[in-house]
């Protein structure tokens, strides 16, 4: 499977608990991007990487929202102190920037996180 | 302030008909129109997209219509096929001055058999 690869697909944890995710891009991608999705809405942007480099990031991301994308290949999106309204559904892009499908996104199928 | 939406959160089309879902934009710099297909437990799939010089640009079944004196975009399948039944999410992006895309809310397509 050449595709994005998210990890784990579910996640349950307690209020004020830390929580990792891992995303894998395809391979060649250097374009990746998280959101969150709750029920009912569209995909929220979050963040985006330009190979290792974290360019833009949303007002809406609080502080205790951080990822990284250390090598410029998997991203990790970490949550500290979780809240029960985090729950949602963290999603991962990727595409390639410099060809004419840039714009095109590749989704992950996403981590449901679920605070109790 | 949803600058991207999708006003019917639903639609019913019958099989081999024509299946019109709607989109409208805010914010005049979007210069660039996706939309998206979502199954359950799947992340979405990209369909179709259309840039601001163009106002229609076509891909087999789908064809993606762009006003942009009425920030309006719709998304035409024809004919419409059972396989077809899912979340349409459009989105909007800048591209020049932000990365970001904008997601509407979704329109759930239901095709009758």
């Known amino acids: 499977d050449t595709g994005v690869s998210q990890d784990p697909r579910h996640k349950i944890t307690k209020r004020g608990q830390n929580v990792t995710f891992r995303c894998d891009p395809i391979s060649e991608h250097n374009r990746l991007y998280w959101y969150r999705q709750t029920l009912g809405q569209g995909p929220e942007f979050l963040t985006y990487?330009?190979?290792?480099?974290?360019?833009?990031k949303s007002r809406l991301l609080s502080d205790r929202f951080s990822a990284e994308r250390p090598k410029g290949s998997f991203s990790t999106l970490e949550i500290q102190r979780t809240e029960q309204g985090d729950s949602a559904m963290y999603l991962c892009a990727s595409s390639l920037r410099g060809t004419m499908s840039y714009n095109e996104q590749f989704f992950g199928p996403g981590t449901r996180l679920t605070v109790l | 302030d949803q600058q991207v939406k999708q006003n019917s959160p639903s639609l019913s089309v019958q099989e081999g008909r024509i299946s019109i879902l709607n989109c409208d934009y805010t914010?005049?710099?979007?210069?660039?129109f996706l939309w998206y297909k979502k199954y359950p437990a799947e992340g979405p799939t990209f369909l179709i997209s259309i840039s601001s010089i163009k106002d229609k640009n076509e891909d087999g079944r789908f064809t993606v219509f762009l006003n942009k004196s009425a920030k309006h975009l719709s998304l035409h399948i024809v004919p419409s096929q059972p396989g077809d039944s899912a979340v349409y999410f459009c989105a909007a992006t800048a591209t020049s001055g932000t990365y970001k895309y904008i997601f509407g809310t979704g329109t759930r397509l239901k095709v009758l058999a």
């Open positions: 914010n005049s710099m979007f210069d660039y």
């Open positions: 990487f330009q190979n290792e480099a974290q360019l833009e």
